[in-house]
């Protein structure tokens, strides 16, 4: 009877200990719960630590506390400047009511598909209001936080708060790429071209500078010279008419030594003069005049 009464005992502990097992669940401090019964939310736990439920009948759902992560599809938005641009976007949410998140999406997913449209929608409606310059300004925290608070203002009906959004990337379509590219590039050798134009007109202007300097310099150096030529033929001619008036017989034999030198030059010279000619005064006798 000991022995039955024990084995019992043992039975109903073990039972006892499953159901205690069975009911209690622990509540992470990154997690909040919901208590479930037959499907529907019983009861939202937010505190972390050891709670209790019913067994068999009632479950528990757990989502975040932390900061999640919502990263909507790249939009073609066309900023108030009439510039389109490719706006890659990035948003962080918490779940602020575990119950109402529960009844509305119920899962990440479900936000995803629901507060990601609500997101590019706000961004269209911002970003179409401003300029590529605001946005590259520090005009863009405000405008990040005018989003911010334009999607908060409907996120609330889902349970969470939009901790943050961000622009990510920014840029533009691949055909205004190349627009800009070209525009850019067109730009910049017209500028080449403009700067190699100045260059070349002030080289020209440096070179006609120094072509009419050379020239001044050239014309002054031969007037000097032609000076200096007339001052050395007025000394040579008033030297050789003081030789002549010392000795007019030694002027004529030098004046005629000259003449000689000058025509008689190379191997073959032939000259048709006559016998008689005063050129050959000084051939035969060393006095002119005498034979």
Do not use: C
């Not at 669940?25 to 208590?35: D, K, L």
């Not at 997101?119 to 409606?125: E, G, I, T």
């Amino acid at each position: 009877m000991n022995r039955k009464t024990s084995l019992i005992a043992g039975v109903i502990v073990i039972l006892v200990g499953m159901g205690l097992f069975s009911s209690a669940f622990t509540v992470h401090q990154t997690n909040q719960a919901i208590v479930m019964q037959f499907g529907k939310p019983i009861r939202v736990v937010s505190e972390p630590g050891l709670d209790w439920k019913i067994p068999i009948a009632q479950n528990v759902l757990y989502y975040e506390k932390r900061v999640l992560n919502l990263d909507p599809p790249v939009e073609s938005i066309l900023l108030a400047d009439q510039k389109r641009i490719l706006v890659d976007a990035f948003a962080r949410y918490r779940i602020t009511d575990a119950l109402e998140f529960f009844k509305t999406v119920r899962t990440e997913g479900g936000v995803r598909q629901r507060l990601g449209p609500i997101v590019s929608a706000s961004l269209r409606s911002v970003l179409g209001n401003v300029t590529l310059a605001s946005m590259l300004s520090e005009e863009r925290v405000k405008i990040m936080q005018q989003i911010r608070q334009t999607v908060n203002a409907q996120a609330g009906r889902f349970g969470i708060e939009l901790v943050d959004v961000r622009i990510r990337r920014a840029d533009f379509p691949e055909e205004i790429s190349q627009a800009v590219y070209g525009r850019m590039k067109s730009e910049r050798e017209r500028e080449a071209a403009e700067f190699r134009a100045q260059g070349f007109e002030q080289a020209q202007r440096i070179r006609a500078g120094a072509d009419r300097e050379a020239t001044v310099i050239r014309a002054e150096a031969k007037r000097e010279a032609e000076i200096e030529r007339g001052k050395g033929e007025a000394i040579r001619t008033r030297t050789l008419n003081d030789a002549f008036g010392q000795d007019a017989g030694f002027f004529n034999f030098y004046r005629s030594m000259q003449a000689y030198s000058a025509s008689l030059t190379g191997q073959s010279t032939y000259m048709v003069l006559s016998p008689d000619s005063e050129f050959f005064d000084f051939f035969g006798s060393v006095a002119p005049g005498t034979k």
